[in-house]
């Protein structure tokens, strides 16, 4: 058994590389609740018995360390929603009808994330091995709780801590829980995969972020000594960050943790073309180069972004008017981290006028930047024919950038579909808003043709490509959109 994984541990120690595994959440066989029914006895799903469940995370992670010696330590997070059995549940999560006995206070979930800490802390100790435990609340309320139930475990312990408070959307604040640990190590959690910018299908640029985030770090806490840099996102089989044009970012944070925290951007993009393909082009070829990344960053960012609130999660579009309500005003709003800003995308009959602004900002926002985005592509495009570029870079450029310009016309006009349609059922249900609609909702219709002609043209696209530019999900949103348009007029 772990015969690879034995392997690639032995090669990490022989190499001087620590080697570690990582769990996002509290996993299991759905054999083991056969073999223990009681288990599944309670209304809100399966019961979390703490007794059972911290010798089955003992026996679990022994299990794990024993069977691969070379291995280094563990990344455990328990505090997600994702697996079968949460913790907590995000506020957002939670039904107004639900009741009270039935939701679990801080209280009980302290007692809970204490017991499996330290069973954890136990077993990883007794095994020689290093713990990491991932703070990856269900929702910012509860990030108290976690870190309350880490703070009497061993110094030994250390803690991953996202980068930003929720996901890792750029226009997000750092986060501040990186400066309430100070007794223990502190490992910064960083997505380079882009689940939230394009997954690296398409350029996004994030040197200088990472480095003004990275500085703040160090000044902010010192025991902040180390960054987990996720490079592939598990909703994506077989893509990854490196060969692809944002491997940039991942070679830049590499840097700026050791010795070239001094770098510029500049520096660092050019180091990584000399490293990466070994080339080194004039100065005014590389302040081009650059300049296009800086330019396909703010137009994929205002694209995928609506005024700076996230659209939908994934860099992805939503698959129904629902889906789109939901991100925008509720799991993903983000006046849970900025109050006051909902109020740009806020729409009301008591206040008709400031709701109009608000539509029309948010309508002159996209079409810039659907504009933009041909312009620069064609930019980009033409550039890549004149800068000798090597083979390898040219051939990921071409695909990169051939469905920026697509991409960003889909959301141009999904985001009008929809605010339109939502104006016309929370303020005024006009002809005009009703035509403004229908003729983006055609454009999506059109734009989800467009999509599956260019997967067909695109021979050497990563699999992550395929799946972002899936015309049925931009059909989706556009029967949606459709029907509620047509309950509209009638």
Known sequence: RCIYLNRLAMYCREQGLRFYLQAKELDFPTELLLSHKYLLDNQQGILFDVDFWSRWLTDKIRGVCQGIPALTGLIIALSSTDGLLPITRPKWDINARDEPENTRQPSQSFVLYRRCFQALSQVVTAQNKHLVLRV?????????????????????????????????????????????????????????????????????????????????????NPRITGAICKTSWESVDNHWIPETLSECNLFACSQLLGHGAGKTQEQLLDLWLAERYGWCPDVTVARRFQQLL???????????????????????LPESYGQAVWSLYSQLARNHWL????????????????????????AQEKDEVAADALKLCAQALEFAENAAF????????????????????????????????????EVENSWSMREICHINVQALYQGASEMEMLCQQMNEASPGFYIMFDAGRVRSLADSLSSELSALRH
């Open 339 to 362: 109050p006051g800003s909902a109020q740009d995308i806020h729409f009301t009959r008591d206040n008709p006028q400031i709701s109009m602004e608000n539509l029309t900002r948010i």
């Open 136 to 220: 990856f609340p269900a929702s910012n309320d509860d990030l108290g709780t976690v870190l309350d139930a880490i703070e009497p475990l061993p110094p030994s312990v250390s803690v991953s801590i996202k980068l930003t408070p929720e996901r890792f959307w750029p226009a997000f604040p750092n986060n501040p829980a990186l400066l309430q640990v100070t007794m223990r190590d502190v490992w910064v959690d960083i997505d380079l995969a882009g689940e939230e910018v394009g997954w690296g299908v398409m350029p996004f640029l994030r040197i200088d972020e990472l480095k003004g985030r990275l500085l703040w770090c160090q000044s902010a």
């Open 390 to 425: 090597p083979t390898a870079l040219y051939r990921l450029w071409q695909n990169e950038w051939r469905g920026l310009a697509l991409y960003c016309q889909l959301f141009t006009h999904a985001q009008k579909a929809f605010f339109t349609l939502h104006f016309a059922r």
């Open 294 to 316: 800086e330019q396909a960053t703010e137009v994929l960012y205002q694209a995928i972004y609506v005024r700076d609130h996230v659209f939908h999660r994934h860099s992805q």
